[in-house]
């Protein structure tokens, strides 16, 4: 009997040990997100003859963490980003190009990715992670107030990773979290159609002086692709195969698209092919990966790991 009185006190101090353990583990407040070092360099863009050119390279973020996700106000005076200036959580900044000046938009428990902001310059949007969030679009005005959950309308809990925001048609592409597969959106029809499987963890974007979109896609024979999707028809064209491990890309105004592959800037112009244009490496930046380019097409924002 003795033996099972001390058995059972034993069996009930793990079990409570273990609750203990997990509690302190459950708690946001207690966590550390396990993010990637990375910072946001900014550079001049030349072009000269449709070719791009960089220059005035210098780190922006320049600090221990994770600073992510350039994203260009249509003005192209600030891009928004995400950092982690919070151990346990993520949240919405602003650069201003001209003095440098950081600005905190958003402040909540939860994290915030992928910053977007409205044509007018006064709307964020936002997908959002965390212990209580509903990973979504949500969207609210630059002080924070009126906090809007874009999907409501279709009920679509499908959890968002990436987006691409069409404001003029109100239609959204999305790539699921979990399930690899791109979403198109109307929000005036308040209806969501599946477009493909196989979609590669990247940012849809929408294609200069068009209403399209762009998508990286990845083939039966294991070939990643950018393809270009009409929402009108829903007919998906092939447009360059990816050459290197990054998939990351950015759109020109003029209608090129710049990647980093390795130290290299690579360039595609349509019915052409991949280009090496710019070296990063004596910038002392390393494994280059997003790469966003400003509306009036003279900066390029570039995320990297800083180097010695």
């Not at 992928?114 to 709307?123: A, E, G, L, T």
Request: charged content about 20%.
């Amino acid at each position: 009997m003795k033996n099972v009185i001390q058995a059972s006190l034993l069996f009930i101090a793990i079990a409570l040990q273990a609750v203990s353990v997990f509690a302190v583990q459950d708690d946001p407040s207690e966590q550390a997100l396990e993010l990637p070092e990375c910072d946001i360099y900014l550079f001049d863009v030349v072009v000269a003859e449709n070719l791009v050119s960089i220059a005035n390279g210098q780190n922006v973020t320049k600090r221990s963490g994770y600073d992510n996700q350039p994203w260009f106000t249509p003005d192209s005076k600030t891009f928004l980003f995400t950092a982690n200036y919070q151990p346990d959580r993520t949240d919405v900044y602003e650069f201003r190009l001209a003095s440098g000046e950081i600005r905190q938009l958003t402040d909540s428990r939860d994290q915030e990715y992928s910053p977007q902001v409205s044509k007018d310059n006064q709307m964020l949007s936002f997908v959002t992670d965390g212990e209580t969030a509903n990973q979504s679009i949500w969207s609210s005005n630059r002080e924070g107030g009126n906090l809007n959950w874009v999907l409501k309308n279709l009920g679509e809990r499908e959890p968002v990773g990436y987006y691409a925001w069409n404001r003029s048609t109100e239609k959204i592409l999305f790539w699921s979290r979990y399930g690899f597969s791109l979403q198109l959106v109307d929000l005036q029809s308040n209806t969501a159609r599946y477009i493909t499987g196989d979609a590669i963890p990247v940012s849809p974007q929408i294609i200069p002086g068009t209403t399209n979109f762009s998508f990286a896609h990845r083939q039966g024979n294991g070939e990643v692709w950018i393809k270009e999707l009409n929402p009108k028809t829903f007919a998906i064209r092939p447009l360059v195969m990816i050459e290197g491990a990054n998939h990351h890309y950015a759109w020109t105004p003029n209608g090129s698209i710049l990647m980093a592959q390795g130290e290299k800037l690579n360039q595609w112009r349509p019915g052409g092919k991949w280009e090496a244009v710019a070296d990063f490496s004596e910038y002392a930046m390393k494994s280059p990966t997003r790469v966003a380019v400003s509306p009036d097409g003279k900066k390029l924002a570039v995320v990297a790991v800083a180097g010695d």
